[in-house]
Nanobody, 116 residues
Framework: QVQLVESGGGFVHPGGSLNLSCVAS????????MAWYRQTPRAVRELVAH???????NYAEPVEGRFTISRDNAKNTMYLQMNSLKPDDTGTYIC??????????WGQGVQVTVSS
């Protein structure tokens, strides 16, 4: 089994910053992709960004240039630095780990609220 524990969510005003963390533990493969998704108030789950074990990253267009995803492979930990936050960034941010032909896992999510 795999466990994912997210932290770092909270409330910020527009223009503020937050840094999310996700720690993976358990029966993990040698290499796997880590990703952040967010569930919006309209119940849509969308990919925010992902990062491979080798450090390749990909971002959704709405967060490009504002968010930075990173990971520490030795700690099986992924981070999401979120700057210049907007109200549209509000949602539950959910950690995911995945690999081809492996079931992967989802975290419980952390709430991020951006409001004036």
């Amino acid at each position: 089994q795999v466990q994912l524990v997210e932290s770092g969510g909270g409330f910020v005003h527009p223009g503020g910053s937050l840094n999310l963390s996700c720690v993976a533990s358990g029966d993990l493969p040698d290499t796997f992709t880590m990703a952040w998704y967010r569930q919006t108030p309209r119940a849509v789950r969308e990919l925010v960004a992902h990062i491979t074990s080798g450090g390749r990253t990909n971002y959704a267009e709405p967060v490009e240039g504002r968010f930075t995803i990173s990971r520490d492979n030795a700690k099986n930990t992924m981070y999401l630095q979120m700057n210049s936050l907007k109200p549209d960034d509000t949602g539950t941010y959910i950690c995911n780990v995945a690999r081809y032909k492996w079931p992967g896992a989802w975290g419980q999510g952390v709430q991020v609220t951006v409001s004036s």
